[in-house]
């Protein structure tokens, strides 16, 4: 670059971004008195700013994103009194902050984003009293925060996520009046969190995942009046929640997924008035819930899902007036379904797929007037279908029901065929009572039927061809009997078949050329 760009003295843009052979900028840039926005990203081999960059007065946005070879900044950065962003994003070998960084009196945002290499943050970063985000993401040599991170009065963004050697935070965090969020997930090595985190009052989300060596929450989290969001995802170790959990009266949403060590919820949680989401998503070690869950009136999804030792839930989860989704896939333990289910009167997604000690469904489940969509997959040991299911009186927007490897009562279905809005059906291995669908082909408006794996009575399907609104069909593995679907090219309203695995017939359907709707 030539020293003689020193003299636009109107400049106020300067863009080198990908200028990947520029090593330094001329001393003479200092002369840019109009430049407010200096953008050097991914200038790969840039290895320092001159000393003079520091004369830049009406400089207000600094961009060194990927600038790999960067080590280190000059002490004159701290005269740029009128710098508001600072982007050292993906600048792996730079090692350390100048002390002069505390000067910036304008600065808003400090992304330190993958600087893998720093280890530390100078003390005098306290002194940056209009700093809004700081983001330290996977800086993953950062061992500590300084004490005086607690003197940034504006911060309301703070981004510490893969920090995989950060062990403890400072007291002082406690003192950071304005922040609103708080990221720590992969900090695998945090192992607690000091009881002044409970002194953040703005905060309103806590995102905690992945940090493997976490044990325990300190009391004072139910201090956070403004939390609404706190995710715990993946906390391997820890066992518990702290009763002073249920004091979070703006918490909406709860992550507990793949917390495996979690044994038990406490009571308290039955008072998180506001609590809309609760994941429980492969808490294995998870026996039972508390009888207290079932007043959480404002709960709108609870997902269970694999938690392998739950046997039972309480009677009380009929109480939940609110609940539209209940998901207990994989609850491989679940024997049975309390007798208040039936109570769940805004309750519109049933899952159950793979509960294969789940042995009956209650009587009461005809009661949930609401319920648009049951799985029932692979739910070995279920006997039987409660035949009141089919007066549902909100049969007529039941959308979807699942039957997969269900041998014993397959028949039971055909009682649905009247339906007057039953738009899915899914039938999977089931060899033995496929002819018993026969008997749906008057289903005036059954839209999609997916038979799979039915090699022996692909046949029987035959006698659906008068099916007025018959939509989609989906048939799988069917070598040897796709002539068979020869005989249906004068649907009048086939929209969609799909046929897999058909290699020897596929010059068949050739035949099916005229059909009008078939698309």
């Known amino acids: 670059m030539p020293p003689s760009i020193g003299q636009l003295n109107a400049l106020q843009n300067l863009h080198l971004n990908y200028c990947s052979s520029l090593q330094e900028l001329p001393t003479s840039i200092s002369q840019l008195n109009a430049l407010q926005n200096l953008h050097l990203k991914n200038c790969s081999n840039l290895q320092k700013l001159p000393t003079s960059i520091g004369q830049l007065n009406a400089l207000q946005n600094l961009d060194l994103e990927n600038c790999l070879n960067l080590q280190e900044l000059p002490k004159s950065i701290g005269q740029l009194n009128a710098l508001q962003n600072l982007d050292l ?234 609940l539209q989704n209940l998901y207990l896939n994989y609850c491989s333990s679940l024997q049975e379904l309390p007798t208040s289910i039936g109570e769940l009167s805004a309750l519109q997604n049933l899952h159950l797929n793979y509960c294969s ?29 409660p035949t009141f299911i089919s007066q549902l009186s909100a049969f007529q927007t039941f959308n979807w029901v699942i039957v997969r490897a269900c041998k014993n009562y397959l028949h039971l279905l055909a009682n649905w065929m009247h339906s007057k809005t039953f738009i899915w059906i899914i039938v999977h291995a089931c060899k033995n009572y496929l002819h018993l669908l026969a008997n749906w082909v008057h289903s005036n408006t059954l839209i999609y039927k997916c038979v799979w794996d039915s090699k022996n009575y692909l046949h029987l399907l035959v006698n659906w061809v008068h099916s007025k609104t018959f939509i989609c069909m989906v048939v799988r593995v069917c070598k040897n009997y796709l002539h068979l679907f020869a005989n249906w090219m004068h649907f009048i309203s086939l929209i969609y078949l799909n046929v897999l695995v058909y290699k020897n017939y596929l010059h068949l359907l050739a035949n099916w050329v005229h059909f009008k709707s078939f698309v």
Request: hydrophobic share 35%; glycine share 4%.
């Open 357 to 385: 000690s789940l042995q009956e469904l209650p009587t009461s489940i005809g009661q949930l007037n609401a319920l648009q969509n049951l799985h029932l997959i692979n739910c070995w040991n279920l006997q039987e279908l």
């Open 89 to 322: 994003e993906n600048c792996l070998n730079l090692q350390e902050l100048p002390k002069s960084i505390g000067q910036l009196n304008a600065l808003q945002n400090l992304h330190l984003k993958n600087c893998l290499s720093l280890q530390e943050l100078p003390t005098f970063i306290g002194q940056l009293n209009t700093l809004q985000n700081l983001d330290l993401d996977n800086c993953s040599s950062l061992q500590e925060l300084p004490t005086s991170i607690g003197q940034l009065n504006a911060l309301q963004n703070l981004h510490l996520w893969g920090c995989s050697k950060l062990q403890e935070l400072p007291t002082s965090i406690g003192q950071l009046n304005a922040l609103q969020n708080l990221y720590f997930n992969y900090c695998s090595s945090l192992q607690e969190l000091p009881t002044s985190i409970g002194q953040l009052s703005a905060l309103q989300n806590l995102q905690l995942s992945n940090c493997s060596s976490l044990q325990k929450l300190p009391t004072s989290i139910g201090q956070l009046n403004a939390l609404q969001n706190l995710h715990l995802k993946n906390c391997s170790n820890l066992q518990k929640l702290p009763t002073s959990i249920g004091q979070l009266n703006a918490l909406q949403n709860l992550h507990l997924n793949y917390c495996s060590s979690l044994q038990e919820l406490p009571t308290s949680i039955g008072e998180l008035s506001a609590l809309q989401n609760l994941h429980l998503l492969a808490c294995l070690s998870l026996q039972k819930l508390p009888t207290s869950i079932g007043q959480l009136n404002a709960l709108q999804n609870l997902h269970l899902l694999a938690c392998s030792k739950l046997q039972e839930l309480p009677t009380s989860i009929g109480q939940l007036n609110s």
